[in-house]
């Protein structure tokens, strides 16, 4: 970068900052002890690497600690932020939470412009520790960076997920379902996350599932394992599925329409248990069960369900 291109990201990361400032933590610096400050600022925006990154940043005369946080915008960010921070002992805040429109080469940050209307938006966060010096934050960033990861998998793919619904929605026939997805379109439903599930049980035997297709966003391990032994559906072949003790609870029930309060919380938002909706379609041919599956948090889901919906 050259020193005007340096001088002009510098110029609208300080008025963003400022315009942005939920204290008067840098109100209360120098002009000179803001501009070292801004400078680091932007060269930690220059060194993302990944998805999300966090480090610890601890000025000389200041009583207190700080966290610099930088992730592509998508929602959920301060609620899910704001959760993490409220468990801490220490008294901890976000200061400051400018949205910057970037302008990027290769995935690394070159400039920040002034334009808000850019397809690079970058979430900044400032997150003091108030009367804390040198506080070791080793493990609040590894929480705020799994957490915004998953907001990552779920704001990448709202379309998609939005898509999924509408899908749903389209090809049911049953009144009652035909109207609870339809209030569930009408802003009373935000999805974190979708599966298309083929459930059958050969000669009577134990349950077996399959995915249909690929999952869409993010859904939790209790559904869904991720990990060892899970696989993803490729090229139209349907892969087998391990089967959670949660699953199985859900899997055999006989509605067709299926609503659920799980015990596990949502990690985005106000961390709400989470909603589990299943939509069930039976093949009496083959004796096989297609399950689309979809979950939100509970805060986010109106709790005043249609009664028809209540399966």
């Known amino acids: 970068m050259t020193s005007r291109e340096d001088a002009e990201s510098l110029s609208v990361l300080a008025d963003a900052l400022l315009v942005y400032s939920h204290s008067q933590v840098l109100l209360k610096r120098s002009g000179e002890e803001l501009l070292e400050w801004f400078k680091v600022f932007l060269d930690f925006l220059r060194c993302r690497d990944e998805e999300v990154i966090v480090a610890s940043f601890q000025p000389e005369n200041s009583g207190s600690s700080f966290l ?7 929602p959920f960010l301060v609620d899910s932020l704001k959760n993490i921070l409220h468990r801490l002992p220490q008294r901890a805040m976000i200061i400051s939470h400018p949205i910057l429109t970037a302008q ?3 995935g690394r940050l070159t400039q920040l412009s002034e334009q808000v209307d850019g397809d690079a938006q970058e979430s900044f966060m400032l997150i003091q520790f108030e009367g804390v010096r040198d506080l070791d934050t080793t493990t609040i960033e590894k929480d705020i960076k799994r957490v915004f990861r998953i907001a990552q998998e779920v704001g990448r793919q709202r379309k998609s997920l939005g898509g999924k619904l509408r899908n749903i929605s389209s090809a049911t026939k049953k009144t009652h379902k035909k109207a609870f997805t339809e209030w569930l379109l009408n802003g009373n ?4 996350g979708y599966a298309a599930v083929e459930i059958s049980a050969p000669n009577g035997g134990s349950i077996k599932a399959r995915l249909a297709e690929d999952p869409v966003g993010w859904l939790p391990q209790s559904l869904i394992p991720r990990g060892k032994g899970a696989q993803k559906a490729r ?10 003790d949660v699953a199985k609870k859900l899997f055999k ?11 596990e919380e949502s990690p985005l938002y106000q961390q709400d248990n989470l909603i589990y909706l299943g939509f069930r379609d039976s093949n009496k041919k083959d004796k096989k069960l297609s399950i689309s599956l979809l979950v939100s948090s509970r805060r986010i889901v109106s709790m005043s369900w249609p009664s028809t919906s209540r399966h």
């Open 235 to 244: 090229g139209g072949t349907q892969i087998s599925l391990p089967l959670t």
């Open 253 to 263: 029930r006989k509605k067709s329409l299926v609503v659920e309060v799980l015990e």
């Open 104 to 106: 990027l080469n290769n």
């Open 68 to 74: 610099l946080v930088n992730t592509p915008d998508v």
């Open 189 to 192: 439903f935000i999805c974190f």
